[in-house]
């Protein structure tokens, strides 16, 4: 059983930064792609950040050039770097990582709000 775990999130003023990490359980390369979504009150979960093949990435237009993703094989460790964050970048952020069977798994997710 894979087991994912965030850490990281809590409350930034507006135009601040946060790095979340998600620890697995696994070793990464055992996973097809990983990648990060975000769900706010009301709203259905969405994509914020993915590796979706090797080393290419994909991230939501509402992010892009604020946040980064990245990982470290060594570690067993996916990151988000948010920055410049926005009251509407608040969310619970997870971690979902799919094996090569197409099994999906989610980390418990990690509350970020953004206010002043």
């Known amino acids: 059983q894979v087991q994912l775990v965030e850490s990281g999130g809590g409350l930034v003023q507006p135009g601040g930064s946060l790095r979340l990490s998600c620890e697995s359980s696994?070793?990464?390369?055992?996973?097809?792609?990983m990648g990060w979504y975000r769900q706010a009150p009301g709203q259905e979960r969405e994509l914020v950040a993915g590796?979706?093949?090797?080393?290419?990435?994909e991230y939501a237009d509402s992010v892009k050039g604020r946040f980064t993703i990245s990982r470290s094989e060594a570690k067993n460790m996916l990151y988000l770097q948010m920055s410049s964050l926005k009251p509407g970048d608040s969310a619970v952020y997870y971690c979902?990582?799919?094996?090569?069977?197409?099994?999906?798994?989610w980390g418990q997710g990690t509350q970020v709000t953004v206010s002043s």
């Open positions: 590796f979706v093949s090797g080393d290419n990435t």
């Open positions: 696994k070793d990464l390369y055992l996973f097809k792609s």
């Open positions: 979902r990582a799919v094996g090569f069977l197409k099994d999906v798994y």
